[in-house]
């Protein structure tokens, strides 16, 4: 009877740390695009992962205390897929997809912002495009543009760049979509209807703009159906050679300002944050002095601003 009930808690306790595990891919994933992963007997080898990617940044905090993961508050991420890593592109850069997550324990806002937006961009005179806060002051630039222009705290930053997402795709898998537009980009032809994406034709897929008669909304809708479509992926993977193959990835191509206990954190209280509602952040297109942006009205900015405060608790 007692080997019984040891066996029993033995394998409740090997069902919670597959769990664990599953979670720690899944709700990371989220908050990333796919952040950080594994645990269980592997806590070693993610926190080495984890410790690889830590890099913090000085910006202006628009709180008077400090987010407490431990205690489940809601807290925003700033997410930055920059123009480097691919392509032999090794320079600054500038950060070709701008995406903010307010997440709370039961769902996360994922907002898109075109990259073209017209803003002020502090210590810089005249108009620019919000893509223009990396390439002039890197993350720390980027945090303080953004929270700025959106007036809610940014408490966290991931970036990562093209060569990472594709790695990240070849670890993870191929998914499936629902391609609504048909195209060619990069010599990949896409059909409209359910297509699979991979590591070999991702950068294609979620980079494409130009054929869009929607323009950069049509790439940044690409690019959330995929985040999504990786993070259900994500969720479900049991393989331990996966789950090295994307820590690999992530610790060579992913910088951010999460520790190894922030992301326990988020394991255990956010349970539900991968539920995904996306928003888009929509403006007109306009020439100004011969350059175009997107210039987003103050009604729709003020409609936006609005969900993320109330996501976030904010005034």
């Not at 009877?1 to 664990?20: F, L």
């Not at 994406?197 to 979620?206: E, P």
Request: aromatic share 6%; no cysteine; net charge positive.
């Amino acid at each position: 009877m007692a080997d019984e009930k040891k066996s029993h808690k033995k394998h409740r306790h090997g069902r919670k740390k597959k769990k664990w595990v599953r979670w720690v891919v899944g709700i990371i994933a989220v908050i990333l695009l796919v952040n950080i992963a594994i645990a269980g007997k592997f806590y070693l080898d993610a926190k080495k992962a984890v410790d690889n990617t830590y890099k913090a940044v000085k910006h202006e905090n628009k709180r008077s205390s400090k987010v407490s993961l431990s205690k489940g508050q809601p807290f925003s991420v700033l997410l930055l897929g920059t123009d480097t890593g691919e392509y032999g592109r090794t320079e600054q850069g500038r950060s070709d997809t701008i995406m903010v997550a307010a997440v709370t324990k039961n769902k996360t806002q994922l907002l898109s912002i075109p990259r073209d937006t017209l803003v002020t961009i502090a210590g810089y005179s005249g108009n620019n495009k919000i893509n223009a806060a990396y390439a002039y002051g890197g993350v720390t630039g980027a945090v303080n543009t953004i929270q700025n222009y959106l007036d809610i705290p940014i408490d966290h930053y991931i970036e990562i760049n093209m060569k990472g997402l594709e790695q990240l795709s070849a670890a993870i898998g191929s998914v499936k979509v629902e391609n609504d537009l048909d195209f060619t980009n990069m010599g990949i032809h896409f059909p409209k209807g359910e297509v699979t994406i991979n590591s070999s034709n991702i950068l294609a897929y979620t980079r494409m703009r130009y054929e869009d008669p929607r323009g950069d909304y049509g790439r940044q809708l690409r690019q959330r159906m995929v985040v999504t479509a990786l993070v259900q992926k994500a969720a479900s993977i049991n393989s331990i050679t996966k789950y090295q193959s994307i820590l690999n990835a992530i610790s060579s191509n992913v910088k951010t300002d999460l520790t190894f206990d922030d992301i326990k954190d988020i394991l255990a209280n956010y349970s539900e944050a991968k539920n995904i509602e996306q928003v888009q952040l929509k403006g007109t297109s306009e020439t100004i002095d011969g350059v175009s942006y997107e210039v987003v009205s103050q009604e729709n900015l003020a409609k936006v601003q609005k969900l993320l405060k109330s996501a976030l608790n904010v005034k």
